[in-house]
């Protein structure tokens, strides 16, 4: 057994008052190094595409999990955030020896798992997780801002900005937006 076949696992998108969570779960290829891996955060955005294109080449195997907004109003977020994590280890096409999560909790899945606080900074696996799924999230809100003109999705990725939260004042909740969430349940 490839005692490599570690997958790591992060979410992003858990602060926005619009959108989904989504997961990355990312199983690296020890014999096929990417360099420059880090939190996606610290990261400029030419960088994490840049490395996001390679992760998805050379991994031996990445998948995407994701919560809608109903879940998330459903569940709450830290829940919603864990299921999507699920799914992302669920949805991976190699089952892993093991799962490293970024942060104190790990989700509900078959394999033996650890947590790491601030793992994405410190974890490669974690940091290639953390790319893909922030790269995924924000392509998304990028072409939900085109769906919903207004808010300004493209810029702040449904994050509570001054300009989000004054566009909701004005144009009010739209499909997208968490009713669970404080700003947005003011303006229902």
């Given amino acids: 057994m ?4 570690i997958a790591g696992v ?3 998108g858990r602060g926005p008052l619009a959108g989904a969570v989504v997961a990355a779960a990312v199983i690296l290829d020890e014999n096929h190094l990417i ?4 939190d996606s955060k610290l990261l400029s955005e030419k960088r994490r595409e840049i490395l996001a294109e390679q992760i998805r080449q050379y991994a ?13 109003d459903n569940l709450n977020i830290f829940h919603a955030s864990l299921l999507a994590m ?13 799962v490293w999560v970024d942060g104190k909790f790990a989700p509900k899945v078959s394999y033996s798992t650890q947590t790491f606080v601030k793992g994405d900074k410190f974890k490669p696996v974690i940091s290639a ?3 893909i799924a922030k790269v995924y999230r924000d392509h998304e809100m990028q072409c939900l801002d085109q769906r919903y003109p207004g808010y300004g999705f493209a810029q702040h990725k449904g994050y509570p900005t001054r ?3 004054e566009a909701l004042q004005r144009l009010g ?3 997208i937006h968490r009713r669970s969430f404080a700003p947005v349940k003011a303006v229902i």
Avoid at 2 to 5: D, F, R
Avoid at 60 to 72: D, F, N, P, S, T
Wanted: proline share 4%; glycine share 6%.
């Fill in 2 to 5: 490839n005692q490599s076949l």
């Fill in 10 to 12: 992060d979410e992003v």
């Fill in 35 to 38: 360099t420059g891996l880090a």
């Fill in 60 to 72: 031996l195997a990445w998948a995407i999990g994701r919560a809608e907004v109903e879940e998330i």
């Fill in 86 to 98: 699920q799914r992302a280890v669920e949805g991976l096409a190699i089952a892993p020896n093991e």
């Fill in 129 to 131: 997780a953390s790319i």
């Fill in 163 to 165: 300009a989000h939260r």
């Fill in 173 to 175: 909740a739209c499909p």
